[in-house]
């Protein structure tokens, strides 16, 4: 495992960040200038810069009438890590304090907490609110893909996604055995992906029973099935599922034998990633010309802001 590996690794086991303090950057060393002590700049004084300036209990305020920004900060610092990535040193930095921001903060203002969430105040009539800002540490994303075929039982060849696949879970036709259950690796399509969506097919079933799909290295929970189907029917339902904690991994079993197909239609993630391959505006997945992925975003965002639905 690589050392990205590890630091994403790191990251999940924090799932959003339930009570627990953000990993740092492993592996990296941040210098900062040496600095003495404060500045005890006075109000009314000017910023002292590369020193720590101790304005007390004041705030400073920046006012504009120009057409841009009233605050720009840039760092054009950058360095590149083993793998050819361009690290940026930041702009910006929030310290984090506290596991709220206060009642009596005005609305606009923007902190940290404790846990590495970043909180905003929004004032509407008024009326103060405590909002979280969305990021992959504290929450999720839903990424459509381009319909993926997992497996398919009827065939060797769609096989072999199954991990454990062997004469104990799989008869000799490629059937999913009764009361077996067997691991579906999914790292193909998904990194460190939280749950999926996809749609089951049973067919040939020697009798009436279920199947059930859930996330791989946990006990298989018992009172809920993905399917229900009879001897010999061929019967299809869409499922949405948790992935392995550790590995990219569904489990699937079976109450009494018979094929299986899943396909997924797309992932949950939130500090993982899906294949770029097969996503909706992919090369791989339809062609558009030469336009990469990131150009087709831009276009659909620039097209969305200059047009409007019938409903607004």
């Known amino acids: 495992m690589t050392e990205k590996q590890d630091k994403t690794v790191d990251r999940r086991r924090l799932l959003r960040r339930a009570g627990t303090v953000a990993a740092g950057v492993a592996g990296t060393t941040v210098v900062g200038a040496a600095v003495a002590a404060p500045a005890q700049a006075a109000p009314g004084d000017p910023v002292v810069q590369g020193a720590t300036n101790a304005a007390g209990a004041t705030t400073t305020t920046l006012t504009s009438t120009a057409?841009?920004?009233?605050?720009?900060?840039?760092?054009?610092?950058?360095?590149?890590?083993?793998?050819?990535?361009v690290l940026a040193r930041p702009a910006l930095r929030l310290t984090p304090s506290g596991d709220y921001l206060h009642?009596?903060?005005?609305?606009?203002?923007?902190?940290?907490?404790?846990?590495?969430?970043?909180?905003?105040?929004?004032?509407f009539q008024g009326v103060r609110y405590l909002d979280y800002v969305h990021t992959t540490g504290n929450s999720n994303q839903i990424v459509p893909i381009a319909?993926?075929?997992?497996?398919?039982?009827?065939?060797?060849?769609?096989?072999?996604?199954?991990?454990?696949?062997?004469?104990?879970?799989?008869?000799?036709?490629g059937?999913?055995?009764?009361?077996?259950?067997?691991?579906?690796?999914?790292?193909?399509?998904?990194h460190f992906g939280d749950a999926l969506f996809g749609n089951l097919t049973v067919t040939t079933a020697v009798a009436s029973g279920f199947v059930q799909i859930f996330p791989y290295g946990g006990p298989r929970p018992t009172s809920f099935?993905?399917?229900?189907?009879?001897?010999?029917?061929?019967?299809?339902?869409?499922?949405?599922?948790?992935i392995g904690y550790e590995q990219d991994w569904i489990s699937v079993y079976a109450a009494r034998t018979t094929h299986i197909i899943i396909d997924v239609v797309a992932f949950v993630v939130g500090v993982?990633?899906?294949?770029?391959g097969i996503l909706p505006m992919s090369a791989g997945a339809m062609a558009r010309g030469a336009e990469s992925p990131e150009q087709l975003k831009a276009k659909r965002a620039a097209k969305a802001k200059s047009t409007a639905p019938s409903w607004k």
């Open 67 to 85: 057409a841009g920004p009233t605050l720009q900060l840039g760092n054009t610092s950058t360095t590149t890590d083993v793998d050819g990535a």
């Open 103 to 123: 009642p009596d903060s005005l609305g606009g203002s923007l902190g940290m907490d404790a846990y590495g969430n970043l909180q905003v105040v929004a004032d």
């Open 147 to 173: 319909p993926q075929r997992v497996i398919d039982t009827r065939a060797a060849s769609s096989r072999t996604r199954i991990r454990n696949a062997s004469s104990t879970t799989l008869d000799s036709s």
């Open 272 to 276: 993982g990633s899906v294949n770029p």
């Open 175 to 190: 059937r999913l055995r009764d009361g077996q259950t067997i691991h579906v690796d999914l790292s193909d399509f998904v």
């Open 225 to 242: 099935s993905s399917i229900n189907y009879l001897t010999n029917q061929v019967v299809a339902n869409s499922f949405m599922s948790g």
